[in-house]
C-alpha cells in the first residue's frame, strides 16, 4: 500500500496477513523498521527479519520504506542526509496510521515496533519520541548515542556523510537527533539485543540503552550474544533469538486478560 508521507510524497510500505487468516478477526501488529537506512524491504526470503515468521506466529507484519530507502530514485535515498530522526519517523507515524486506517483487521492496541541496526537507533527515538503508541519495543544493535558513536565505529566515512562530518567540526549534525537526549521521556518496554563482535555498533550501545531503561525502572530485557557481529548468523543463535523476540512480543501485545 501506499500514502502521502514527509514532504506530501508517496511512500510505499508492504503488509503480510497472518497465517491462517480469517475475515473479521483483529490481529497483533509487529511494525517492522529496516536497516540501513539506505535499505529497503523487497519480494526476498531471508531468515533475518522475515515477516512470514511473524505472520506464522500470528501477527500482521508491516514494513514502511521510509525516505531513506533505496528503489525509489537517488533523491529520495539521499534526502535524509542529516535527518535520521525527522523523514523517517514522520513516514513511520503516518505509515502506521494509515495502515491501521486501510486494514480492519489491525488491533491497533496491541502493537509491537521492532528494528535492527538503524532500525535499532529509530526504537530508541520511538522510545523517546513516541512513547505512547507501543505495547513494546525491540532494538537490535542500536546506537544509543550518535556522538559517541562515531568514536567507537569501524565504519567512519558513514556517520560523517550522514551527520556532516565529524563530530568536533560539526556538533549538531549528531545532537540534532540523539536519542540519549530523549531518555527522560521513555516508558515502553524493550528488549535489547546486541552481539560482542559487532563492530559497526559496539556492544556498549547496547549496554547503554539496557542500562537506561533499568535506571529508568521501564521493564526490559538484555539478551548478549558474544559470537555475533552486526548480525546473528549461526543457526541455534538464530533460532535463540527467534525465540526470545516472539516470547518478548507475545508476553506484551497478548489480549487483555490473558
Known sequence: FSFKGARGEPVYAHVVKPAGFEPGKK???AFLIHGGPQSTFSNRWSYRWNPQVYAGHGYVAVMVDFHGSTGYGQAFTDSIRGDWGG?????????LAAAVAKYNFIDDTRVAALGASYGGFMINWIAGNWPDRFRCLVNHDGNLDERFAYFD????WFPEWEHGGPPWENPAGYTKHNPIDHVKKWKTPMLVIHGGKDYRV????????????QRRGIPSRFLYFPDENHWVLKVQ????WHDQVLSWIDQWTAP???
Open 27 to 29: 490481529y497483533p501488529l
Open 87 to 95: 523523514k523517517p519517523f514522520e513516514d513511520l507515524q503516518k505509515g
Open 153 to 156: 565505529t569501524e565504519e567512519l
Open 202 to 213: 559496539v556492544d556498549t550501545q547496547g549496554i547503554a540503552t539496557f542500562t537506561a531503561l
Open 237 to 240: 543463535n538464530s533460532v535463540q
Open 256 to 258: 487483555k486478560g490473558r
